[in-house]
């Protein structure tokens, strides 16, 4: 069983910074695809940023220069660098281990149906104000 334990949401003002960390299993990391989702008020679900087991990413267009997804492979742990947030990043933000697939795939499949398609967390949630 995939345990993943989403932590360091906040809330911040428009402009500043926050580091996302999800607790991993072991070897998670180099059995899926590891990826960031979030939900927003009265939004869709939607896939964040994706990195596979070769370091390779993916981003929605929105976050692309603004949020970095990386793996600390010593830590078992996966991270999601927020900069240069906005109100409209308020949401409940999600680790996901996903099976094997490139990011870009990865990050579609997050704005849709998960379920057979690997674990994930009970969220963080990251509150911008103006």
């Known amino acids: 069983q995939v345990q993943l334990l989403e932590s360091g949401g906040d809330s911040v003002q428009a402009g500043g910074s926050l580091t996302l960390s999800c607790s991993l299993s072991k070897y998670t990391y180099t059995t899926y695809c590891m990826g960031w989702f979030r939900q927003g008020p009265m939004k869709e679900r939607e896939g964040v940023a994706a990195?596979?087991?070769?370091?390779?990413?993916s981003y929605t267009d929105s976050v692309k220069g603004r949020f970095t997804i990386s793996v600390d492979n010593i830590k078992n742990t996966l991270y999601l660098h927020l900069s240069n947030l906005r109100p409209e990043d308020t949401a409940m933000y999600y680790c996901a281990a996903l099976v094997h697939m490139p990011p870009s795939q990865a990050l579609s499949l997050m704005n849709g149906r998960l379920e057979g398609f690997g674990y994930w967390g009970q969220g963080t949630q990251v509150t911008v104000s103006e």
């Open positions: 990195i596979d087991s070769d370091g390779d990413t």
